[in-house]
């Protein structure tokens, strides 16, 4: 709140608390915060509810202002492995390349996605939620990740993609539904985050018939940069793949010059689903996006 200055904050019940809590913080200092807007719940003495404001809205039409590629459609924070959160500068243009990407993954009209991610992460509102707009098809959302949940609804809504890290497929098997669970609509699963350990692979397509296709990408660029595709899953165990379409991928030592293969050394990206740096952070942007553009990982 204190680097972005919002000008509105919307919450839900969950987050009634912590919203009084920051009410009570702001009233010391200066603040931008002009409504509070609940979303679900009874709300708090200062505060709106977003529907009936919405309905109590003016019918003048909406006035849109004309955009550029470059300008920041949202923020979304990141810690990485260097401590503090850093606001990346999500642009328009890193959105639509991302969709782009996401071409290479097959989805079609008529899919159906479960997203199980929260949305202030960039594997849930972007590695797959963005391309299902555009694209015209289904997304499902859950508040949280609940295995039995989660396997309820693949079968009843009939789920053809379906994305998570590690951790919770290894969940998912040990879901009190799990034997039972219908997945055959499933065309295939992605996994992301970590490691898939082949035993799991192995797992699903014994006891289920999953395929699993897996990737690689950051807040900072794409979400997606890397696919491994199915047939690789276990003779290529431990790999995130190949780089995706758009995307210029280097491998440098510490003086930056570029390593051969079984070499290690720092990934280097370059393209255009990277953001423009991070939000008032002009050190932080210096520090990764060199004079060529190439952005370091660490």
Not at 34 to 48: A, E, I, M, R, W
Not at 238 to 259: Q, T, Y
Request: charged share 20%.
């Amino acid at each position: 709140i204190e680097l972005t200055t919002p000008k509105a904050l919307l919450f839900g019940d969950d987050f009634r608390d912590t919203v009084a809590q920051i009410r009570l913080t702001i009233n010391h200092q200066p603040s931008t915060i002009n409504h509070f807007l609940h979303l679900d719940g009874p709300g708090l003495p200062f505060s709106q509810e977003y529907q009936s404001t919405i309905d109590q809205s003016t019918d003048r039409p909406v006035t849109c202002e004309t955009l550029t590629e470059e300008d920041i459609a949202c923020l979304l924070f990141t810690g990485g492995t260097t401590g503090l959160p850093k606001g990346a500068q999500i642009s328009h243009r890193q959105i639509c390349w991302n969709v782009l990407n996401t071409v290479i993954h097959d989805l079609t009209h008529d899919d159906i996605y479960l997203c199980v991610f929260p949305l202030f992460h960039a594997g849930g509102l972007f590695a797959y939620m963005s391309s299902q707009v555009v694209f015209g098809n289904t997304s499902v959302l859950t508040r949280q990740f609940d295995p039995a949940q989660v396997l309820e609804l693949i079968e009843r809504e009939g789920v053809t993609v379906f994305a998570a890290v590690p951790t919770m497929y290894q969940m998912l098997t040990t879901a009190p539904n799990w034997a039972t669970a219908d997945m055959s609509s499933l065309r295939f699963c992605t996994s992301g985050g970590a490691p898939l350990p082949v035993p799991l692979v192995e797992q699903y397509t014994r006891e289920k018939g999953i395929r699993f296709k897996q990737g690689f990408g950051m807040t900072e660029y794409g979400p997606g940069l890397f696919a491994l595709p199915p047939e690789d899953a276990i003779r290529k165990a431990g790999s995130i793949g190949r780089p995706n379409f758009f995307i210029d991928v280097r491998v440098v030592d510490d003086d930056n010059r570029p390593l051969g293969p079984n070499e290690v050394g720092e990934l280097l990206l370059k393209g255009p689903s990277g953001s423009s740096g991070y939000w008032q952070n002009p050190q932080a942007s210096a520090a990764v996006i060199d004079d060529d553009g190439w952005f370091h990982t660490g």
